[in-house]
Every structure is written in C-alpha cells, then in structure tokens.
C-alpha cells in the first residue's frame, strides 16, 4: 500500500501557483520525498525529490514540513501542459526491494484557461 | 545521453495467446530495470525488477513473468493472456537509485 495521502483531484488556474499537498505521516528518518507526474497516455516523469531541506529545480519546488509528516508540491506559473497525475512517493533510495517506487493514486490537476 | 525504449507501443492480443513485450536502455551499464503495470483508471503497480542479469524479483503473483537475458534488455512474458492481463505496460530504470526513468509504454488489450 502506498504510505502518502493526496487529495484526488485539484484545479488551478493558468499563469497560478499549484500547490499539491502530500501527507506521509509515518514516514521514517531515511526515506525521501519523491514526485512524478504522468501525464494522459505516457510514462511517468520524474519531478523532484528531498529529505528535510526544501528543494527546488526548473520544475518545481518542494517544500517538507519539519516533522517531514507533510509536504508540497509547487508548480510556480501552472499551464495548460502541467494538466497531469502527481503522485507523491516516499521511498528509501537504495537497491532492492526497499527502495522501490510504490505508486498511490496521486492527485489529478487541471490546469484551466 | 540515457534512453529506454519500449515496444510496441500498442498491442490487441486475444485471450489464451503469448506475450512478449520488449524493454532496452542506451548510455548506461548495470541498471536496475522495472516493469510496472497500470490497469484503467488506477496507479502504477510494480510487477517485476531486476539488479543484474538474470536476477528478476517479482513484486505480485499473477499470470506473467520477466527476463533479463542482456544488461539493458528486459523482457515481460506470458505463455497465456487472460483477460486481466489487459493495462498499460511500463518499462523504467535507474542507475543511481535516485531517479526513475520511464519509458512511453504499451498499451495492451486482451480481447
């Protein structure tokens, strides 16, 4: 079973921030934060990743919690081609079994004109 | 740079047939290769992974099976579809651990 919690669906407005939240509340001390999104027909894309310290790329940001319990993806200026399934992944970073992605649901955004 | 190629891209199969879809990665050695499985509206399920050549571990009982006769070459088999076994097949890999990379998928219907 899947160890985070996301809201099933979210809309957002073209040219606004997204923020897609993420609970983990069982986390443990070395598993990561990850985010894909996969957009309709296609394979998932790897968004971001971090551990405790707030993270951010070209894509997005990711901010954790404290308590890491918690999380949120930031799509900055959403468009109509962020439109996708986000799914939120903890996970241990290493080899085997362990360290393998284990898909949830995920959160559909719509990105609307 | 990395790639992974997947085919093909679509499949119509009838039930009781064979299957053999067919994974490989260009520009990296060692990788640790996956296949995932997506039924109609719901997420991602992990089938199969693989750490080295002929090491396969299987994530969930069920009518297929995988192969990794090659390095970067990794291989979804089923002696009989059924009908179950329709879905949206995914091939992914990483060699760091930290990132996984996808490849655009089979779509398979058993009919």
């Known amino acids: 079973d899947a160890k985070t919690t996301q809201p099933t669906s979210m809309d957002c407005a073209e040219g606004r921030a997204a923020n897609l939240p993420c609970n983990h509340s069982?986390?443990?001390?070395?598993?990561?934060v990850y985010w894909y999104r996969q957009i309709h027909s296609q394979g998932p894309q790897y968004i971001i990743h971090?551990?405790?310290n707030n993270e951010t790329n070209e894509m997005a940001s990711l901010i954790i919690t404290e308590d890491r319990k918690s999380s949120t993806l930031i799509l900055p200026h959403a468009t109509l081609r962020d439109t996708a399934v986000y799914y939120c992944?903890?996970?241990?970073?290493?080899?085997?079994?362990?360290?393998?992605?284990?898909f949830g649901k995920g959160t559909k955004l719509s990105v609307k004109p | 740079s990395q790639t992974i190629h997947q085919w093909p891209a679509t499949l119509v199969q009838p039930v009781g047939s064979p299957l053999s879809l067919e994974c490989t990665v260009e520009?990296?050695?060692?990788?640790?290769l996956y296949w995932y499985r997506q039924a109609a509206g719901r997420g991602l399920q992990l089938l199969f992974y693989?750490?080295?050549?002929?090491?396969i571990s299987s994530e969930v009982p069920q009518n297929l099976s995988a192969s990794r006769p090659q390095d970067r070459q990794f291989i979804l088999s089923s002696k009989k579809l059924l009908l179950s076994d329709s879905g949206f097949y995914l091939c992914?890999?990483?060699?760091?651990?930290?990132?996984?990379?996808f490849g655009s998928g089979t779509q398979l219907s058993v009919l």
């Open positions: 992914a890999w990483t060699r760091t651990n930290e990132k996984l990379f």
């Open positions: 069982t986390i443990s001390g070395n598993e990561y």
């Open positions: 971090g551990l405790k």
């Open positions: 992944i903890v996970r241990v970073p290493n080899g085997g079994s362990q360290g393998n992605l284990i």
């Open positions: 520009g990296t050695s060692n990788p640790n």
């Open positions: 693989s750490v080295g050549i002929g090491q």
